[in-house]
């Protein structure tokens, strides 16, 4: 029973870590632009995920396929991102 226990308690502590952890203290990266772009065919991705992308950019899907953008403070800025790509 203790040691049942012991390990709902660590998995508990991982999990709360795991959620909230990620990224520097008081760093805000932002979101994702909205895009409301209607695509007949998505294009072949420029990335898979934040880490291939330079400087503060997202990975996004933007346009009809995956780019690194830049980001938004939130989706209700209408702020079309500039293609380094």
Do not use: H
Not at 23 to 50: L, M, S, T, W
Request: glycine letters at 8%; hydrophobic letters at 25%.
């Amino acid at each position: 029973m203790w040691s049942n226990s012991i390990l709902v308690l660590t998995t508990l502590l991982i999990s709360s870590t795991l959620v909230t952890g990620g990224g520097v203290k008081g760093e805000e990266k932002g979101v994702c632009p909205a895009d409301n772009v209607r695509c007949f065919r998505e294009d072949d991705p420029q990335c898979y995920g934040d880490n291939d992308c330079r400087d503060q950019e997202l990975c996004c899907f933007w346009r009809c396929g995956f780019k690194c953008v830049p980001p938004v403070k939130d989706n209700s800025e209408e702020q079309s991102p500039q293609s380094k790509v």
